[in-house]
């Protein structure tokens, strides 16, 4: 263990720009949940009308939690909120762990540091303390925000507990999956599939008899009923899971040959296919993986979106406070509903053509992009090959939540004609999505360093924008900066052409123009 302090404290410095953007979102999603559902559901009546409505809707239940948490306005709040949260936490607990110890392998900055007076189990453990630390940094906020906003306080710090439990689930999973496999791809694919599983369980845990919940760390969580009950004990299965998969991981570090993993990966094969003989090929063989992985997760959301997408009338008709935020208010509530949900799946989209495309910057930094460009590909066959792959996967994604969600609304209400209906408004919000990657190209030509940040902060500032322009009471300069205030709500009001071609023109300005600043600049600086 010798080195871990300060390892530690290196970590920490790493993490200082990254870091506080996770725990601000955390924050953020809880602060503008409470205040939002306290304001919607100030009096016992109004609560009342909602577990009315939402009591016999499973899709909404599937999508949240059980119902026993709306019993109290705290408890509304755990209710929309914590799975959601609970993502948040795990993706940044994964992040973290893996990033300090499976990749710093991968790349052989953990062979230098070893080479120092640093212990065999150092690494590891600063890690494990890093995601602690951001872990009870979380349940800190979380608390502070929900007490902050007139919550209870004993409930609070519940809620609080509960969501930093999932963080040091998701450290000690990762941890596991770091000896386990021999890069990171596979390791965060591993940890990507049970937060998935545990979301699924969750899920029909609640609309069924709970106890699939059991087997969920997220269910964990919500079954502490914060504010609703506030039971303690569930918090012991998550600590308890952390402290054996901790236990696992420092016994399996010990089995395996340092930079290696338990389960070697596969060899490759002898001669490479002809869908490899260039950048394209290469680009898309790299992220075929996270690609489907976006796909699929939005095909599924659109699915569950659109499973619920009949019922809204009745439950705008129950809790009519609700239109006030919706795009339109209840003059036509399910296409309101239909383009707010589709201005959640652009954002998302967007996301990932940012985290795609910042795969340049990775290439580069790593060295890979100098192997590739010392070959006969141009660097602008190079850049295209890793752009297509951002602009084509989030256009992919959009085609698969439109899909997702035509589908399921289609069967509620008997009309198969809503797949290509929504379909075709999916593909609306493309342009924007376009735009926000074409930024990122922007500064990877000219500005390569802070691309990163700009990125997220692009991203960032959109899902403001759209999703909480009206309770921020954003001024319409701030909200026009957000190519989605320009583009049309389809299918609340008809397309209309020119605002898409105006972004779509933009966007390829900005490419061409990130791609002059990449012809002009020396390869990984």
Do not use: K
């Not at 948040?88 to 762990?97: N, S, Y």
């Not at 990749?103 to 065999?120: D, P």
């Not at 190079?382 to 951002?390: E, F």
């Amino acid at each position: 263990m010798t080195g871990t302090w300060g390892l530690l404290r290196f970590m920490l410095r790493r993490e200082r720009i990254g870091l506080p953007w996770w725990l601000l979102g955390a924050t953020l999603l809880v602060l503008v949940q409470s205040t939002q559902s306290q304001n919607l559901y100030d009096s016992p009546e109004a609560l009342e009308r909602l577990r009315r409505t939402v009591g016999g809707n499973t899709a909404v239940i599937a999508m949240s939690g059980p119902t026993r948490l709306l019993d109290s306005i705290g408890g509304e709040v755990v209710f929309e909120i914590f799975a959601f949260v609970a993502i948040v936490v795990a993706l940044m607990a994964m992040f973290l762990v893996g990033r300090h110890t499976r990749a710093e392998e991968e790349t052989g900055r953990a062979e230098l540091i070893r080479s120092a007076r640093v212990g065999r189990q150092a690494p590891l453990a600063a890690a494990l303390a890093l995601a602690g630390l951001a872990s009870l940094a979380v349940g800190i906020l979380v608390f502070a925000a929900a007490a902050g906003t007139g919550l209870p306080v004993g409930g609070s710090i519940l809620f609080g507990a509960a969501t930093a439990t999932v963080g040091l689930t998701f450290a000690g999973l990762t941890a596991v999956a770091s000896q386990v496999f021999e890069n990171t791809r596979a390791a965060y694919g591993s940890v990507g599939l049970v937060l998935g599983a545990a979301y699924v369980l969750r899920a029909a845990g609640d609309v069924g008899s709970g106890a699939l919940s059991w087997f969920s760390p997220i269910g964990w969580g919500q079954r502490t009923f914060p504010y609703a009950g506030d039971r303690w004990w569930p918090l012991l299965l998550p600590l308890v899971s952390s402290v054996l998969l901790v236990t696992a991981a420092v016994a399996l570090s010990r089995r395996r040959d340092f930079g290696a993993g338990l389960v070697p990966s596969r060899p490759g094969r002898a001669r490479a296919t002809r869908w490899l003989r260039d950048a394209y090929g290469l680009a898309w063989r790299l992220q075929r993986g996270n690609l489907a992985g976006w796909v699929v997760a939005l095909g599924l959301l659109g699915v569950a979106y659109g499973a619920i997408a009949d019922t809204i009338e009745q439950y705008i008709r129950d809790n009519p406070e609700i239109a006030e935020f919706l795009p339109g208010g209840a003059a036509d509530v399910v296409d309101a509903y239909l383009a707010l949900t589709f201005g959640m799946a652009a954002l998302i989209a967007a996301a990932y053509g940012v985290a795609a495309v910042l795969r340049v910057r990775g290439e580069e930094t790593s060295g890979r992009a100098e192997q590739v460009l010392a070959t006969g590909t141009s660097r602008l066959t190079w850049l295209g090959g890793q752009l297509s792959v951002a602009l084509a996967g989030s256009a992919l994604g959009l085609l698969a939540f439109g899909l997702g969600e035509g589908a399921a609304y289609g069967a509620t209400v008997s009309d198969a004609g809503q797949v290509p209906r929504l379909v075709g408004v999916a593909f609306a919000y493309l342009p924007a999505v376009w735009l926000i990657i074409a930024v990122v190209v922007l500064s990877l030509g000219w500005a390569p360093r802070p691309s990163a940040v700009l990125g997220w902060v692009a991203v960032g500032y959109c899902a403001v924008v759209t999703l909480f322009g009206d309770s921020f009471d954003l001024p319409g300069w701030a909200r026009r900066g957000s190519p989605f205030a320009h583009t049309p709500q389809v299918p609340l009001v008809d397309p209309a052409l020119t605002p898409l071609l105006v972004i779509t023109a933009l966007a390829a300005v900005a490419l061409a123009a990130g791609y002059a600043g990449l012809r002009r600049r020396d390869v990984g600086y």
